[in-house]
């Protein structure tokens, strides 16, 4: 028998192990990749990493519904002491011209509030159209929604610049949502979550996360697809539905967990309604949002908490100062206390309490929210649009959401010891998740002081322990399976995987019976003699395009502290630009010629379509067609007013369009 007859069977039987081997194994959850740098004037905070179009690396903070919203070049104007620059901006013209970016026609133009607690004035958004890589995975075609010259307007009347945007993480029931435009069919924009298990990425439409804090350092944790177990700790709060929607917040107290107290109690109830007849004893309904920065309740709650710390109103802000001369500070933000938020489930019997110690609550103001860095306490009396439990509280409580099963989950997080990541797989159809058997106090061992009757007698300032850094932990070889799987749901799998199985073993017996006649010239295959469109290797474009210099030609105004009047330190005047004066290089062709539309199909005036769509105009089988808020808006034409009048205003009113899915 010669050795060619004999390589048949042998290699047949290694790509059988193979296949078996993946069919077993199934899509598993997927990291999102944390950057190495920390964000914000009022944190700082940790963020999402993500690789727009080519090469346009951009941090987000993580948890928005449905689009992800994105400062773009055009808001900084080419001036690098701008807030933003630091988390970088999207460059939607090198976007154009690397062919990945486009409007795709959409119609539907989001407003600039896109997180609840904070009002966000300015200009509505622009629907946007782009791939993203989340550190080892693309999705194309991703939901985006671009920010030019939008601000956070706080109490006082005065605009600020905003410095990060938001990456959206799914919603309810949802695989991507569909847009009209004004030429041709709807287009389908991709959700992370939802396009990932559309394409086999991950087990479930679903998204995990807790978000750490920088000080204590605490790296954050975000999957798809699956959970860290690790990263629970005691009971869980069930709801359903969007994980923004408002709950009922029961109460909040200050408790000392261990050693002596700062204060001439160990524990202080009844802060939620204290002084406000309007709180009833149901509580009252707070929304969760990663966008959002703070704690922001009622001026009632927040004076309350107040009356036992050692902070000063900033009425122009809505925040609290700490007095970082007076001896209870350092015993307060140093102490093994915490600030405890008590929820009802859905039945109100069941209540589930998150504590957050006061190591996490001495936060940092910097530029241009202050001239010089200041600490402070961050609850928030600022709210136009509902009480919001932002960052702040998001350092010490974990959240997720299966989209598909429209169930999220709230409860606590570790402290700084983490242990290594346990990563449990969501089914589609899971309603439940498990904590840890962790310890939580111990969690906390070596991170904040058990004070002793000697510092709160002293007068010397009392120092917390000092951790260093550490990477994120690392995760389990192997996702565990959810625990709610029943036997019908494991056996349809089984089925499932068997087919798949089969369906390869037959596919790769075709691929070796048809290699062995095929003579094909690998030399040739290499120098890209194929009849596929060739594109040269791409390189960061010199000039003011670079997405990393952020020096647009088309912007309307820049980043001010109050527009119509004063700016900001190194933050320049507002100007108007002609569009005639574009550069026309750039702006008078629609593509370049070294980057040939992929397809040809034309629209009513012959219109190409301007990005390559994954879907077609209809959904797949099987996933339903989610209208976005206020569907009436994506039938009108494109806002060709000029640029709101942004003078300061005392109450700016901003709210969202209502969801509809």
Request: glycine share 10%; hydrophobic share 35%; net charge negative.
């Amino acid at each position: 028998m010669t050795r060619s007859s004999l390589s048949f069977p042998f290699s047949f039987l290694f790509y059988l192990e193979i296949v078996s081997r993946v069919a077993a194994s199934g899509p598993v959850p997927f990291a999102a990749k944390w950057s190495d740098l920390t964000f914000g004037p009022d944190g700082p905070w940790p963020a999402i990493e993500v690789t727009l179009g080519v090469d346009q690396s951009i941090a987000l903070y993580p948890g928005r519904e449905f689009q992800s919203f994105l400062l773009t070049s055009d808001y900084c104007n080419g001036n690098t002491t701008c807030p933003a620059t630091k988390a970088r901006l999207y460059n939607k013209a090198q976007a154009q011209v690397d062919n990945t970016g486009s409007t795709g026609q959409i119609q539907f133009a989001p407003g600039p509030n896109f997180m609840s607690g904070l009002d966000v004035a300015g200009d509505d958004a622009q629907s946007w159209i782009d791939n993203m890589d989340l550190g080892g995975v693309t999705v194309p075609n991703v939901s985006l929604a671009l920010l030019s010259s939008s601000y956070a307007v706080y109490p006082g009347g005065t605009w600020y610049p905003l410095s990060v945007g938001c990456l959206g993480i799914g919603a309810p029931s949802t695989v991507n949502q569909t847009f009209t435009t004004g030429y041709g069919p709807a287009i389908n924009a991709s959700l992370v979550p939802g396009w990932l298990n559309a394409e086999d990425q991950i087990p479930s439409n679903s998204f995990a996360m807790h978000i750490g804090s920088v000080n204590p350092p605490m790296p954050g944790s975000l999957y798809f697809g699956g959970y860290d177990q690790n990263r629970i700790v005691g009971d869980i709060l069930t709801e359903t539905d969007d994980y923004t929607k408002a709950i009922p917040l029961k109460d909040i107290a200050i408790t000392v967990v261990d050693g002596s107290s700062p204060w001439d109690f160990q524990s202080q109830d009844g802060l939620l309604a204290a002084n406000n007849a309007s709180i009833s004893s149901a509580g009252l309904k707070v929304s969760v949002d990663g966008c959002s920065p703070y704690l922001t309740l009622p001026k009632s709650t927040c004076d309350a908490i107040a009356d036992h710390l050692p902070v000063k109103y900033n009425e122009d802000l809505g925040l609290y100062i700490w007095q970082q001369d007076d001896p209870k500070y350092s015993q307060v933000v140093s102490s093994a206390s915490t600030l405890d938020f008590t929820f009802l489930g859905g039945s109100n019997t069941q209540r589930v309490t998150i504590s957050v110690p006061f190591r996490h609550l001495n936060l940092t103001l910097t530029e241009p929210l202050v001239n010089s860095d200041e600490q402070y306490f961050p609850c928030y009396t600022g709210a136009t649009s509902g009480y919001t439990l932002g960052r702040a509280f998001l350092q010490d409580a974990f959240v997720g959401a299966n989209w598909d099963s429209k169930t999220w989950w709230l409860a606590q997080a570790p402290g700084p010891n983490i242990p290594s990541a346990q990563i449990i797989t969501l089914a589609e159809g899971d309603t439940e998740i498990q904590s840890s058997k962790n310890d939580w106090k111990e969690s906390w061992s070596g991170s904040w002081k058990a004070l002793t009757p000697q510092d709160i007698a002293g007068s010397q300032a009392v120092s917390p322990p000092t951790l260093t850094p550490t990477s994120n932990p690392t995760a389990s070889p192997s996702p565990q399976p959810s625990s709610g799987l029943s036997t019908g749901a494991a056996a349809g799998i089984g089925v499932g995987v068997g087919v798949a199985g089969l369906a390869a073993i037959a596919a790769l017996a075709f691929f070796f019976l048809r290699r062995r006649k095929a003579n094909i010239n690998a030399k040739e295959l290499d120098a890209g003699t194929s009849n596929g469109a060739s594109y040269p290797p791409h390189e960061t474009q010199a000039g003011p395009y670079n997405a990393q210099n952020g020096d647009p030609r088309h912007g309307y105004y820049a980043p001010v502290k109050a527009p119509g009047t004063s700016t900001s330190p190194n933050i320049s005047e507002p100007y108007s630009h002609s569009p005639n004066s574009m550069d026309p290089s750039v702006y008078n062709q629609h593509y370049g010629s070294q980057y040939p539309q992929q397809y040809n199909q034309q629209y009513p005036g012959g219109l190409v379509q301007p990005y390559a769509q994954h879907y077609s105009a209809e959904l797949p089988t099987g996933y339903q067609t989610t209208e976005l808020p206020a569907t009436g808006v994506y039938n009108t034409p494109g806002n060709s007013e000029p640029p709101l009048n942004r003078q300061a205003s005392p109450n700016p009113s901003h709210e969202l369009p209502s969801s509809t899915h």
